[in-house]
């Protein structure tokens, strides 16, 4: 099965700085990867996406890369501001599969 | 839309009891799914419907059942309800099948004493 990690539990940023949210996959056959943001007693919602296709796709202060080499992910938000304030997961599918396989979760708390 | 809603919000059961989480999508999306959250960890799979008609089993599916009513609804039932099934359930639904965005629920809050 898939194994998804991510680099540091927590990750303290300076509002207005940038944050870089790492994760890495095991399964060289992972086909779709995809971030999502869980505020505090709410749902996980979806950030950004990427096929494994591509190596970096870019939204609204996001941008997501992707090193199929080292088998890496990872998440960039730029000017973090407070909002950001969230657990972040990365979710990894293999091609044709139903199933995503999470990681445990990054706290990313901006400081003021 | 509402989007994928769950109800209840929260739960507490003791052990022995039985109950249905329930979950509805108006997004037309064809494949359904059960997560659970614990502390510290990712969302486990527990089952998932990729279709109408159709549900398997995920990574977790022991103390679960689940029935996919309708296109829209997809249940999730605890049989006999054990302290080990104490965690936040979230359903979520995405348009088709293969790797695809999933959209998530609130959440339920269940706690079994």
């Known amino acids: 099965g898939e194994s998804v990690g991510l680099h540091l539990p927590t990750l303290s940023v300076q509002e207005g700085d940038n944050s870089i949210i790492n994760c890495a996959y095991s399964n060289s056959a992972s086909d779709y990867f995809i971030w999502y943001k869980q505020e505090s007693g709410k749902g996980p919602q979806f950030i950004i996406d990427i096929r494994s296709n591509m190596d970096k796709r870019q939204g609204q202060r996001v941008t997501v890369l992707l090193n199929k080499t080292v088998k890496h992910l990872s998440l960039q938000i730029a000017a973090t501001q407070p909002g950001d304030s969230a657990v972040y997961f990365c979710a990894v599918a293999s091609a044709n599969d139903y199933k995503l396989s999470f990681g445990a979760g990054t706290t990313v708390t901006v400081r003021a | ?113």
């Open chain 2, 1 to 113: 839309n509402a989007g994928v809603t769950q109800t209840p919000k929260f739960q507490v059961l003791k052990t022995g009891q039985s109950m249905t989480l329930q979950c509805a999508q108006d997004m037309n999306h064809n494949s359904m799914y059960w997560y659970r959250q614990d502390p510290g960890m990712g969302l486990r799979l527990i089952y998932y419907s990729a279709s109408e008609g159709t549900t398997d089993k995920g990574e977790v599916p022991n103390g679960y059942n689940v029935s996919r009513l309708n296109k829209r609804e997809f249940s999730l039932r605890l049989e006999s309800a054990a302290p080990s099934q104490t965690s936040v359930y979230f359903c979520a639904s995405s348009a088709s099948g293969g790797p695809d965005t999933q959209y998530f629920g609130p959440g339920t809050r269940l706690t079994v004493l």
